[in-house]
T-cell receptor, first 109, second 113 residues
């Protein structure tokens, strides 16, 4: 039930771009994205609903392809503050909400 | 302050003891969730609740018990703690399923010795 994310980890220099992918084996109605900094709770970034609408949050955007049961998170011109672990979240059945395996993102100067 | 609070923040207990982790939210959100977070496993769902008196199992419910007699509280009890239950536990709430964000508490770091 847990979505699979790729890559597991990525290191970027400030200003570089990154893409994080999330893939589910179940049909999805929506996908959530969260960021968690070390020692803190996950923080909500955005929700994407069926329809493939791309959402944006400053320089972070995402897309959702419900046919392929996949979502991608795009981070452009990365900043040091983007460092953390990114999780996608899905609800394939009932009220159970599952998080992906996580992607560790490190931005270096 | 409004929000979702967990207590305690840190807890050390011995194998075999019963431990209860508390979660309280002030938003009157219908949905509440308990997750555990371990290195290499991300966030795994233990139990969830769609409303007061409605609870159900998640991925890893064994060894845990929950209750929800009031909308705002969702305690998690480890009936007989084991070392494998050493983890960081997060409680979360949301207004609606699927289309509303999850709001997380600050977590409880539990160590079972």
């Amino acid at each position: 039930q847990q979505p699979v994310q790729s890559p597991q980890a990525v290191i970027l220099r400030e200003g570089e771009d990154a893409v994080i992918n999330c893939s589910s084996s179940k049909a999805l109605y929506s996908v959530h994205w969260y960021r968690q900094k070390h020692g803190e709770a996950p923080v909500f970034l955005m929700i994407l609903l069926k329809g493939g609408e791309q959402k944006g949050h400053e320089k972070i955007s995402a897309s959702f392809n419900e046919k392929k049961q996949q979502s991608s998170l795009y981070l452009t011109a990365s900043q040091l503050s983007y460092s953390g672990t990114y999780f996608c979240g899905t609800e394939p059945t009932g009220n159970q909400f599952y998080f992906g395996t996580g992607t560790s993102l490190t931005v270096i100067p | 302050d409004a929000g979702i609070t967990q207590s305690p923040r840190y807890k050390i207990t011995e194998t075999g003891r019963q431990v209860t982790l508390m979660c309280h939210q002030t938003w009157s959100h219908s949905y509440m969730f308990w997750y555990r977070q371990d290195l290499g496993h991300g966030l795994r769902l233990i139990y969830y609740s769609a409303a007061a008196d409605i609870t159900d199992k998640g991925e890893v419910p064994d060894g845990y018990v929950v209750s929800r007699s009031k909308t705002e509280n969702f305690p998690l009890t480890l009936e007989s703690a084991t070392r494998s239950q050493t983890s960081v536990y997060f409680c979360a709430s949301s207004v609606q399923r699927d289309t509303s964000p999850l709001h997380f508490g600050n977590g409880t770091r539990l160590t079972v010795t």
